[in-house]
Nanobody
């Protein structure tokens, strides 16, 4: 059974940085994608970034436009954790951040929909003050 646990959220001033972590267990898939999403109050959950392995081979990460140049998704060598480094944070980045996993085939800019992911973490709150 796949389990995901996020950590690293908190309160930061605009322009600051945070690094979110997603610890994963029970990942048996040779083709999988781990993604980061966020949900602000009163808004729908939105995709931020993903990192994909196809037959164990890592693929280039994919980001939404608002994250490009500010956020970086990465994983540890053991493949048990995925990270989201967030720099130059803005008040509009305030949200609950979630990591998720899917075993769908997700090349390039695919698999950005919430419904395509079947396992989610509990979320971690990020608050950016102005």
């Amino acid at each position: 059974q796949v389990q995901l646990t996020e950590s690293g959220g908190g309160l930061v001033q605009a322009g600051g940085s945070l690094r979110l972590s997603c610890a994963a267990s029970g990942l048996p898939f040779k083709t999988l994608t781990m993604g980061w999403f966020r949900q602000a109050p009163g808004k729908e959950r939105e995709f931020i970034a993903k990192i994909t392995w196809i037959n164990w081979a890592p693929q280039p990460p994919y980001y939404i436009d608002s994250a490009k140049g500010r956020f970086t998704i990465s994983r540890d060598n053991a493949g048990n954790s995925v990270y989201l480094q967030m720099d130059i944070l803005k008040p509009e980045d305030t949200a609950v951040y979630y990591c998720a996993v899917t075993d769908l085939y997700c090349p390039r800019d695919t698999c950005t929909a919430v419904t395509q992911y079947n396992t989610w973490g509990q979320g971690t709150q990020v608050t950016v003050s102005s």
